[in-house]
């Protein structure tokens, strides 16, 4: 499956309860909203403060979300100007999670060693430190904040040239929890397990609603990827929707200004009629819940950042 655009009228022919898990915002338990007005031009339904719904991106509208590097130019420009969207090539995420990784394992160049613009991935098994053990790497939280299409957690592609990256050479946080587990394990139980444990603890962030759906495709892709290089065949739909379960919770809609649902203060339509008050209307933004999966319950994301 190496093509970097993902089509979310495929993702619906697999199941339309897969395309509407994958446009959920947990917070609102509405859909995510588009957030930036680069849509506008198809309609009224496509206003930042809209909620993108399945028939908005599939059937006759079905190019409507492409990846950054398959955008126009024109629209690039004023994506940077509005919301200062430039995205980082691959081998700049590379040795910055390298650094991340020597961080943990105490030692440089425990996945790949970098070269000009680029690494060369180490083909040994990883060895863990004295002290620590695969399962623990798997379990350490990583997240990407304002993580546009996320080429810090998954990197099927890069995301400025769009070349596609096969899944031995790839190099973001989760990609390196899942390469751990196909070394670690020998039985589909075993991989599952731990597959979802790599899901669990990985995070990202994103204000504008297109990117917050392709990091939730390529997060989502990237399992099924790895199900076939590991075993050579697709996991179940039942799979995927669990792994599309805890990647709506996981890669979440935020203002990291205020910490909140974008446009969640905005009233419904219905109630903003009135003449006289439309202004007292609105209501508070409402702060985002994450979910913390070893303790099986959810939380506001502000309760960590103040020290909760
Ligand atoms: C410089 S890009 C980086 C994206 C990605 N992390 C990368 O390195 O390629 C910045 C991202 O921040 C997002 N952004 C801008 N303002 C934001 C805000 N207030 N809250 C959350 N994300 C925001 C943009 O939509 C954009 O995707």
Request: aromatic share 12%; charged share 25%; proline share 4%.
């Amino acid at each position: 499956m190496n093509t970097i655009d993902i089509n979310e009228q495929n993702i619906d022919e697999r199941s339309p309860a897969l395309l509407k898990l994958l446009l959920k915002d947990k917070t609102t338990e509405l859909n995510i909203r588009w957030a930036t007005d680069n849509y506008k031009q198809y309609g009224c339904d496509y206003a930042a403060e809209c909620q993108i719904k399945p028939e908005l991106i599939i059937g006759s509208h079905m190019k409507v979300i492409q990846p950054r590097v398959s955008k126009d130019l024109v629209e690039q420009s004023k994506r940077t100007r509005d919301k200062a969207e430039v995205f980082t090539p691959s081998w700049i995420c590379n040795e910055q999670n390298n650094l991340v990784d020597e961080a943990w394992f105490g030692r440089k160049d425990v996945f790949n060693y970098i070269t000009d613009n680029g690494w060369i991935t180490n083909e040994e098994i990883i060895v863990f430190p004295e002290g620590k053990t695969w399962k623990l790497y798997v379990d350490a939280r990583r997240l990407e904040v304002s993580c546009g299409e996320a080429p810090y957690l998954v990197s099927r592609y890069d995301t400025v040239s769009g070349k596609f990256i096969s899944v031995k050479e790839r190099i973001g946080l989760l990609d390196r929890k899942l390469r751990v587990v196909n070394e670690n394990t020998d039985n589909k139980d075993d991989w599952y397990k731990w597959t979802i444990r790599a899901y669990q603890s990985t995070y990202g962030y994103e204000f504008q609603g297109d990117n917050i759906l392709l990091a939730r495709e390529n997060l989502l892709y990237t399992f099924i990827d790895n199900m076939l290089y590991k075993f050579g065949h697709e996991p179940t739909l039942e799979q995927i929707k669990n792994i599309a379960i805890i990647v709506s919770w996981n890669i979440w809609q935020m203002d990291g200004l205020t910490l909140s649902a974008p446009y969640s203060e905005e009233k419904p339509a219905f109630i903003q009629i009135s003449l006289f008050d439309i202004e007292e209307e609105k209501g508070s933004p409402i702060p985002c819940k994450i979910f913390n999966w070893r303790a099986n319950y959810s939380l506001e994301f502000r309760s960590m950042v103040n020290g909760g």
